[in-house]
C-alpha cells in the first residue's frame, strides 16, 4: 500500500543522514517511515492526527 505513495523529507531535514523522517500524503492518512529504512514499517495517521502533532512540534522549542 505504502509502495505507491511520493515520499518525501522536510526541506530542515539535512544532508548528514541522521534522524530523518519521510512522509507521504496519501487520500485517506499521513504516513510517516524512517528515511534510513524505506522498506521497513510505515504509521499511519489521519489528518486530524497529524495537524495536532505538528502543531505540537511546532509550538516545542528547539534546544
Do not use: N
Request: aromatic residues 12%; proline residues 6%.
Amino acid at each position: 500500500m505504502t509502495a505507491e505513495l511520493a515520499w518525501f523529507k522536510s526541506s530542515y531535514s539535512g544532508s548528514e543522514g541522521g534522524a530523518c523522517i519521510e512522509v507521504a500524503i496519501g487520500p485517506a492518512a499521513v504516513h510517516v517511515r524512517d528515511s534510513k529504512d524505506p522498506a521497513g514499517p510505515a504509521h499511519a495517521f489521519t489528518a486530524e492526527q497529524w495537524t495536532a502533532f505538528v502543531a505540537y512540534a511546532a509550538a516545542v522549542p528547539v534546544e
